[in-house]
Every structure is written in structure tokens, then in C-alpha cells.
């Protein structure tokens, strides 16, 4: 270190150039790091002020900040290689514009590195990635990524999740792990050794999968009480399963020759573990040779083997030929939905076209096209525009791709009709859209997965035991929900621009029942008559006769949802619902019979001083359904309508006696 007089003389200095050549350096670094704080040139002044100068260029080294991660990320990119533009440039936000990173809430560390598939090769340095003392989420997955696993990565304090799946690390684990560590997916890679006893100090594991790599030695006695996914096949591990881990299922353990126990074959029936005789090497020295014998017992097993190998491959291949590209995601139809036979979805993407996901702008997802083919998945239901699947990615991450049939378009039409959807999807109210893909045989729309299902299986679901109806309150909040993201896509993406295709299964669902609008704007995209030949349940009239779709004929069918919402009837003429009608009409008819009353879901019927409420509802209802377009309302007009029940309702709640003569009112509307 320099003399204090020496780092004296730099601190008073106003300029850089004031300081000794050899302290210029870690002035400038200083500086850097501290851009604001002018810390040195108030030092002299205070003595104790000296030592903490001398701190200051290492401080970042005990105290990180975003500088650092930044410095570190920016080491890490120009030592390994990558396929895929990252971004990660110094003049633009970390938090915000570089890809795969995430930050904590202040924007002041970074705590996330997702770079799954972007084309990362060779060894990774030490001192890169972990330097960064705040990370949480490692995400290096199906890249080209090889040798050792620099021991800092492993050992960052904070570090809770370690996804290095599908690369081709080689080594030992490091012996230095992070105590936060809960997900640690060292899987598909060449890793050998043992299991460290290490493994042991993680209370919080609950993922250990370290299938497909060459570990091995008897697996240790495991005492992790939160582990719920152990995955040690195909390695080399042998001896007996310890105890503690024998719950795990058979797939846990397959592919190691020498395990034995529950829940494999008994240590006792299975051939004691035995060093290889095919290869000789130092270790057998001491062990006896092999017969003539023998030799050619091994040779003529080696080459029926590899014969095998060879019929297994080709018959693989020629499967994959033969499906147009198979190790694609394999849908199972999902519980309660449609009982159809699962599809691979991305059968048809050329292999040149594949990693051409189009993000929407926004999105802070870093997924490629394979890592949704690659994914776990289930079919969700089959709609007009294609099948929808749910696809969970490996961070947990669920969306929802639908492969779109029946296409009608090229490719530029495609992507700009894609630009007006992404323009007009950024809403509460809309279902997040994530990313499109186009290729000549396949055409993909990602957005992400909302839990608590549709509006149609809370309606006409279940109807059996057990079954909580959607209460009045829910119903509301869902139309008014539903009414601002229709209202939203009709003024973000032009008076041209339409939804298309408003109907109960569009409309989803979360938790706590706020509506999010889904399938919009692909109507333009649809052979028309594909589009029609589902029955005019929420069609507008005029789009039944001239084709004709407008902003008012989505008005239409939001009128049609409402009405559905307040009959609990489904608006279509099916087969599979006995209480399918022509709502509009229905209704119409019984409100001029002045029956209003009647028209009303008998589930609602429970709910206290609400008729009020409904009978204003189902005027607003009416109105979208007027068969003359230019009289009916404009969604903003009908969310202002919605928004103003509950305000009226709020001054003067009716009691339910009123409700005969209120709903009597309804048949003076349009
Ligand atoms: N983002 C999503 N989150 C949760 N469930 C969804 C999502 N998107 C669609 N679904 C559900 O998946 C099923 C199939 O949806 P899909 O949109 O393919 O068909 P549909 O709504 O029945 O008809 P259409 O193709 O006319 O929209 C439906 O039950 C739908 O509610």
C-alpha cells in the first residue's frame, strides 16, 4: 500500500492529476464507484478520515453495490462467449434493459441472472459471477457452458437457486455451498465425484437433481428434511440407497449399475459393486487378469451391445422423421378440461427457424423456443383459434402457448397485427402477452398462465355437490373488469382494431376475481369461415350476415356476456348444455312478457338486496344487444355505466321487496 503521505497528497489534490502515478488508478476506480461521494477530498481534515480512504478502493469488495455487479456482469459477458445479443451495455440500465438480469425492488443489486439458451460457451472465470454478492437466481441452463464450476458461484451467501442443467460442466461439486441454497439442478452435465457430505449443511434443499453426469461412490446419508425432488439417476453411484432417501421413487436411482435397495432390488439379490474389469487400468494393478474367456464373452457382448445402440438410435431417428421433430412438448390433457387427444405443439418448427421468439415489449422473460418445447406441459382445451397448452418452465415460470390453426395470413401481416396486439395488451385487466412466433408451419402465442380458470367453468361448471357459486359481488366486479379491457383494446389499438372474439372462456380469472381479457385481435389473423362455423352464440348479428366486425359488434357480444353472467345460461346452441339459448332473444322476450324477475340466475337469488343492481345491470346488458349497431354504447360508455351501479347502489341500497316493480322498468329499454 502506498504511504499515507502519498494517499494525503492524492486526497487534497482537486484534479486526478494531482496524484502519483501509482495511485491514479485506484482514484479513478474510487471515483467510479463513488461518482457522488467526494469523500477523499474532505480526508484531510479529519485523521481518521486516512484509514477510511484506505478503505475505499476495497470497499466495494465488502460492501457491494450495483457498480460492482455491473463490473462483474461485464466480465463475465466478454470472458465466455455468446450466441444471443445481450445488451448488457454500459450505457443503459442493468435493472431494466440488460438482458436476463433482475434486480431487487430499490434497484440497487442485481439478484438475478437468467440466461437460459442464449448460446453461452466455454469455462465461466472466477471473480465474474461471483462477485455478485446479492444474487439469488442463477440460471445458466441449456447452454454450451464446460469445465469446472468456479468454486465462488456456489458459495455466493444469498444464493437460493443454481439451474446449470443441460451444459457440459465437468468436475467436482464445489465444497463451498451457500446455506440459502433450496434448488440446485446440476443435471445433464459431465460432473463426477462424490456427493459431498456438504450437501448435508443446505436446511432449506428441496431440489436435488443431478441425473446424466458421472458421479459417483456410495451416495452419503442425506438429512434434508425439505428435500422434495431427488433425482440421482443415471450416474455411477453405487452401494446401498441410504434410508432416509428410500421414499423417492425408482426413477430417482435408475441408471446406477451398483445402487442397490429400496427402492431398487434388494442389496442382497444384486451383484456387490465391482470396479469395471472392461477397463484395466491403475486401479484393478493388483487384481487378477482376465481369461481368454472372458475377453471374448466381453467382445461379443461389447458388439452386441453397440449393435443394439445402433438399432435404438436409428429407430429413434426415423421416429423423429416421421413426426416432424418429436422431443417436443408432449401436452396431457389437464383435470376437468376437454378430453381431447394430446398434440406435440412445435411439430412442425424447422429446426433453422428455431430460437426466433418474439418477445413482447416489456417482458422481462428469457425463454427460448426449446425451453417451451422442452417444458412440462398439459392441454388445456381446444378452441377455434388452436389448442392451448400450459407450459411450466423450469423456474417455475407457467404460461400459457397457444398454437394457432388456421392462419390466414403471411408472415408480415402476422407480426404487424402482433404489434398492435402487444401495443394494446398492457393492461390489468388483459392477459399478459409474452411472445409470438412465426415460422411457415407453426404459429405460437405465449402469455402467461392465469390460476383461478374461466369465467365460463366458474359459471357452468361443477354444477354438482360441493360447488361454490360465483356471488353477486364477484359477478360485478368481474363485468366491470372485463368492460375496462375490452374498453382498453379498443381505444390502445385503433377504431379498426377489435377483440373478435369476447366470450366466457376469454375472460379469465384470478384469485381474487379480477377479470383479465384473453384471445384479442386474432380474429384479422383467422380464416373467417373457420371463425363462424362455431355458432353465433355471441355474434353480433350483422357479423352472422355481412361479416361485418366492428368495436360495436364486440359491444354486442360484451352485452351477451353479461347477459350470460346474470341468467347463468350459456349463450350457444349446444349439445352439451341443456341450458344453451339465443340469450338476446330470451331475454327479450321474457322481459316483454314483464317477467324480469325471471330472467335471473336462481343462483343469485340467495344474495340480499341486489335486484337493484341487477335490473340496472341487465339494462346495460340490452343496450350492447341492440340489433341496431350505431345505438349501441361504446365500452367506455359501458364501464362508466358499470362503475356508476355500485355508486348509486351505495347511497341508496333498495330492499328486495322493490325488485318486482324495478325490474318491471326493463321493458321500456331498447
Ligand atoms: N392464459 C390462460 N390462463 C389460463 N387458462 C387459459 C388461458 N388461456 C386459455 N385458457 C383456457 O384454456 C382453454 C382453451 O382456451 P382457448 O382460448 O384455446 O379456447 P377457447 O377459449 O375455448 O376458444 P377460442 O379459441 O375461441 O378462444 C379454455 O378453457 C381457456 O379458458
Not at 495511485?23 to 471515483?31: D, F
Not at 398454437?403 to 407480426?415: C, D
Not at 382494431?497 to 380474429?523: E, P, R, Y
Amino acid at each position: 500500500l502506498p504511504s499515507t503521505d502519498t494517499m494525503l497528497t492524492c486526497a487534497k489534490g482537486s484534479t486526478i492529476n494531482n496524484c502519483p502515478s501509482d495511485l491514479k488508478e485506484s482514484k479513478r476506480a474510487t471515483e467510479a464507484i463513488y461518482p457522488t461521494l467526494k469523500l477523499p477530498m474532505k480526508l484531510q481534515f479529519f485523521p481518521v478520515g486516512t484509514s477510511i480512504f484506505l478503505l475505499l478502493p476495497i470497499l466495494p469488495l465488502i460492501i457491494g453495490d450495483l457498480n460492482s455487479d455491473r463490473q462483474a456482469l461485464l466480465d463475465f459477458a466478454s470472458a465466455v462467449p455468446h450466441s444471443r445479443k445481450l445488451n448488457w451495455n454500459y450505457n443503459l440500465s442493468v435493472c431494466s434493459s440488460w438482458v436476463g438480469i433482475s434486480c431487487n425492488d430499490d434497484g440497487t443489486r442485481v439478484i438475478g441472472i437468467h440466461l437460459p439458451g442464449v448460446g453461452l460457451s466455454g469455462p465461466i472465470p472466477a471473480n465474474t459471477i461471483g462477485k455478485l454478492d446479492a444474487l439469488r437466481l442463477l440460471s445458466l441452463r441449456s447452454n454450451h457452458l464446460n469445465g469446472n464450476l468456479p468454486s465462488d458461484i456456489p458459495s455466493i451467501p444469498s444464493l437460493q437457486s443454481l439451474y446449470l442443467q443441460h451444459n457440459n460442466f465437468s468436475g467436482k461439486i464445489p465444497s463451498s455451498l451457500s446455506s440459502q441454497i433450496n434448488v440446485f439442478d446440476f443435471s445433464f452435465n459431465s460432473f463426477s465425484g462424490n456427493i459431498p457430505p456438504i450437501i448435508n449443511n443446505l436446511p432449506r434443499l428441496t431440489v436435488l437433481s443431478l441425473q446424466f453426469n458421472s458421479f459417483s461412490g456410495t451416495i452419503p446419508k442425506l438429512n434434508l428434511p425439505r428435500l422434495k425432488l431427488l433425482n440421482l439417476s443415471y450416474n455411477m453411484f453405487s452401494g446401498s440407497i441410504p434410508y432416509s432417501i428410500r421414499k423417492f421413487p425408482i426413477s430417482s436411482f435408475v441408471g446406477n449399475s451398483f445402487l442397490c435397495g429400496p427402492p431398487l432390488t434388494d442389496c442382497s439379490t444384486s451383484s456387490p459393486p465391482s470396479p469395471s474389469p472392461i477397463v484395466p487400468g491403475k486401479q484393478n494393478a493388483g487384481h487378477k487378469k482376465l481369461g481368454t474367456g472372458a475377453i471374448i464373452a466381453i467382445a461379443i457382448g461389447g458388439s452386441s451391445f453397440i449393435f443394439l445402440l445402433v438399432l435404438v438410435v436409428l429407430f429413434f431417428c426415423l421416429k423423429k422423421k416421421d413426426s416432424g421433430g418429436s422431443n417436443l412438448l408432449k401436452g396431457k390433457t389437464a383435470t376437468g378440461g376437454r378430453s381431447e387427444k394430446p398434440e406435440d405443439f412445435g411439430s412442425g418448427v424447422q429446426e433453422a427457424e428455431k430460437n426466433k421468439l418474439v418477445f413482447f415489449e416489456g417482458c422481462s422473460y428469457n425463454f427460448d423456443l426449446e425451453d417451451l418445447l422442452r417444458a412440462s406441459a398439459e392441454v388445456l382445451g381446444k378452441g377455434f383459434y388452436g389448442t392451448a397448452y400450459k407450459a411450466i418452465l423450469d423456474e417455475g415460470v407457467m404460461v400459457v402457448v397457444k398454437r394457432l390453426r388456421e392462419v390466414g395470413v403471411g408472415k408480415r401481416e402476422f407480426e404487424q397485427q402482433m404489434e398492435v396486439v402487444g401495443r394494446a395488451g398492457q393492461h390489468p385487466n388483459v392477459v399478459p402477452l409474452r411472445a409470438y412466433y412465426y415460422s411457415k408451419d407453426e404459429k405460437l402465442i405465449v402469455c402467461d398462465y392465469i390460476p383461478a380458470g374461466s369465467l365460463f367453468a366458474r359459471l357452468h361448471g361443477n354444477r354438482g355437490i360441493g360447488r361454490t357459486p360465483l356471488d353477486w359481488d364477484s359477478r360485478l366486479k368481474v363485468s366491470l373488469g372485463t368492460a375496462k379491457g375490452i374498453a382498453h383494446i379498443h381505444s390502445e389499438g385503433g377504431v379498426k382494431f377489435t377483440h373478435g372474439n369476447i366470450k366466457s372462456s376469454n375472460v379469465l380469472l384470478t384469485q381474487d376475481h379480477n377479470a383479465c381479457i384473453s384471445d384479442f385481435g386474432l380474429t384479422p389473423l383467422i380464416n373467417f369461415l373457420a371463425t363462424m362455423s362455431r355458432g353465433p352464440g355471441y355474434h353480433a348479428p350483422e357479423v352472422i350476415e355481412n361479416r361485418k366486425v366492428t368495436q360495436k359488434s364486440d359491444v354486442y357480444s360484451f352485452g351477451v356476456l353479461l347477459l350470460e353472467m346474470l341468467t347463468g345460461k350459456v349463450p350457444l346452441k349446444s349439445s352439451r348444455h341443456d341450458d344453451a339459448v339465443d340469450l338476446p332473444r330470451w331475454v327479450r322476450s321474457v322481459v316483454r312478457e314483464e317477467w324480469t324477475a325471471e330472467v335471473f340466475d336462481l343462483e343469485l337469488m340467495r344474495y340480499q338486496n341486489i335486484e337493484e343492481e341487477m335490473v340496472q345491470m341487465l339494462q346495460i346488458a340490452l343496450s350492447c344487444v341492440t340489433k341496431e349497431l350505431d345505438m349501441r354504447p361504446t365500452m367506455n360508455e359501458v364501464v362508466r355505466m358499470i362503475e356508476e351501479i355500485r355508486q348509486s347502489e351505495s347511497d341508496n341500497r333498495p330492499s328486495s321487496k322493490d325488485s318486482k316493480s324495478k325490474a318491471s322498468n326493463v321493458g321500456t329499454l331498447p
